[in-house]
C-alpha cells in the first residue's frame, strides 16, 4: 500500500479570486442559477443524483458515432469478494489492428455519476486517434466507501487488459483518464497498478482531478462560494468516502487521496489540467510539481480565468478550445499520430 505524506505546510494567505474568464462568466451565471457551488450536502445526496438540468444522458446510438464504434456493456468481476461491475465498451467498428485504448473513469465528486457521464468528451478525444474507450461503472460513496470505488475502477482496468485480444486493444497503449472525481480515482489506480505490478499503464489524463481530501488549499479557500463547485460541496463529497472523522487526519491512503502518497515515481506519461478560478487548482499543481520531483514527465495546464468543467458547458468557446487542443496534442504525442490528421478530425484548427 502506497505510503502517506505525513507534513503539511501551514495555511497560506489569500487574496481575493482571480476573475472568470470574459467568455465564460455568463455561462457559469447561468449555471450557479440552477445550482450554487455549495449544492451537495450530507442530507441531499441522492437527491443530487437525479437529471441535471439541461443535461442528457447519451444513447447508444450518439455514442456509436454514426456507427463508427460499436457500445455495449459488459458486466466483469468486481474486486475479489465484492459485487461485478459494468463496463460500457466503445470499439471502433472497422480497425484492423489492435487499437489503443482510453480506460475512463468518470466524475461527480465520488457521490453521483455514471459511466456515461463525460464519456461523449472521451470519444470526442478518442475517435480522431481511432481509440477505443471503456468507461467503468463504480459504486459511489457514501453507500460505498473507500476503497470500494478504487478498487471497482483498478477491477476494471485488470479485466480490460486481460482481455484486451478479445477486445482488439493494444493492451500496452491503454491511456487511464478521468475528470474531477475521476481523475482523482484514475490517479488512485494508476498508484495501484504501479505497488501491484498491474497493468501497463502507457499514460494518463487528468482533467481538474480532485486529489486532496484535506480541502483547505489556498484556492479552495480562495474559491469557496465561487464555480461549480466548492469546498463545501468538495467537504460532502470526501466526508461520503472517507468519513468525517478520517478526512485530514493521518491516515488517508494515497489510493484514495493521490495527494497523500509519499512516492509518485515511476509513474507514466502523465497530463493535468485545471481552471485558475476553481477549487482544485492549487492541489493539482502541487501534484505536478511533486511528479516532476520525483523524476516523472508531466505536462500541466493552469487556463486562465477557467471554471471547473468549462471546457464540456462551454465547448465553442476560445479558452475551452485551447484545453481541448492541448489534450488533443498531448494524447497524439503519447500515441504518434499525426498532428494534422488529429486536430481535423477533433474539429479544431492546427
Known amino acids: 500500500m502506497t505510503e502517506q505524506v505525513a507534513e503539511r505546510p501551514s495555511a497560506q494567505p489569500i487574496?481575493?479570486?482571480p476573475p472568470f474568464d470574459p467568455e465564460l462568466a455568463p455561462v457559469l451565471e447561468v449555471l450557479t442559477s440552477l445550482r450554487p457551488p455549495d449544492a451537495y450536502r450530507p442530507d441531499n445526496i441522492v437527491e443530487m443524483r437525479g437529471p441535471v438540468p439541461g443535461v442528457e444522458t447519451p444513447t447508444?446510438?450518439?455514442?456509436s458515432r454514426g456507427g463508427a464504434y460499436s457500445v455495449r456493456e459488459r458486466t466483469v468481476p468486481g474486486p475479489d469478494g465484492e459485487p461485478?461491475?459494468?463496463?460500457?465498451?466503445?470499439?471502433p467498428k472497422h480497425a484492423a489492428t489492435p487499437t489503443p485504448a482510453i480506460y475512463y473513469v468518470h466524475g461527480g465528486g465520488m457521490i453521483v455519476g455514471d459511466n456515461r457521464f463525460?464519456?461523449?468528451?472521451?470519444?470526442?478525444?478518442?475517435?480522431?486517434?481511432?481509440?477505443?474507450?471503456?468507461?467503468?461503472?463504480?459504486r459511489l460513496a457514501p453507500e460505498t466507501p473507500h476503497p470500494g470505488p478504487v478498487e471497482d475502477c483498478y477491477a476494471g482496468?485488470?479485466?480490460?487488459s486481460d482481455h484486451a485480444h478479445e477486445l482488439n486493444i493494444d493492451p500496452e497503449r491503454i491511456v487511464i483518464a478521468g475528470a474531477s472525481a475521476g481523475g482523482g480515482l484514475a490517479a488512485g489506480v494508476t498508484l495501484m497498478a504501479r505497488d501491484r505490478n498491474g497493468p501497463a499503464v502507457l499514460a494518463q489524463l487528468l482533467l481538474s482531478p480532485m486529489l486532496d481530501d484535506r480541502n483547505d488549499s489556498p484556492s479552495a479557500r480562495q474559491m469557496r462560494g465561487l464555480g461549480v463547485w466548492d469546498s463545501s460541496s468538495n467537504e460532502t463529497g470526501w466526508n461520503a468516502l472517507l468519513?468525517?472523522?478520517?478526512?485530514?487526519?493521518?491516515d488517508v491512503s494515497g489510493y484514495a487521496a493521490p495527494s497523500r502518497a509519499a512516492d509518485l515515481s515511476?509513474?507514466?506519461?502523465?497530463?493535468i489540467d485545471v481552471g485558475s478560478a476553481e477549487t482544485f487548482r492549487d492541489e493539482d499543481v502541487a501534484h505536478a510539481s511533486r511528479m516532476w520531483q520525483a523524476g516523472c514527465h508531466v505536462e500541466l495546464h493552469v487556463w486562465p480565468g477557467g471554471f471547473h468543467g468549462f471546457d464540456v458547458v462551454a465547448p465553442h468557446a476560445a479558452l475551452s478550445q485551447d484545453a481541448i487542443a492541448a489534450r488533443v496534442a498531448w494524447l497524439r504525442r503519447q500515441l504518434g499520430c499525426s498532428p494534422g490528421e488529429a486536430l481535423s478530425r477533433a474539429g479544431l484548427h492546427a
Open 118 to 138: 463525460g464519456l461523449v468528451e472521451m470519444l470526442n478525444l478518442a475517435e480522431p486517434m481511432g481509440m477505443a474507450v471503456v468507461s467503468v461503472e463504480y
Open 157 to 160: 482496468l485488470v479485466w480490460t
Open 15 to 17: 487574496g481575493p479570486p
Open 60 to 63: 447508444d446510438e450518439v455514442l
Open 243 to 250: 468519513g468525517g472523522s478520517v478526512r485530514g487526519g493521518p
Open 84 to 91: 461485478d461491475i459494468s463496463l460500457l465498451i466503445c470499439l
Open 266 to 271: 515511476g509513474l507514466p506519461s502523465t497530463f
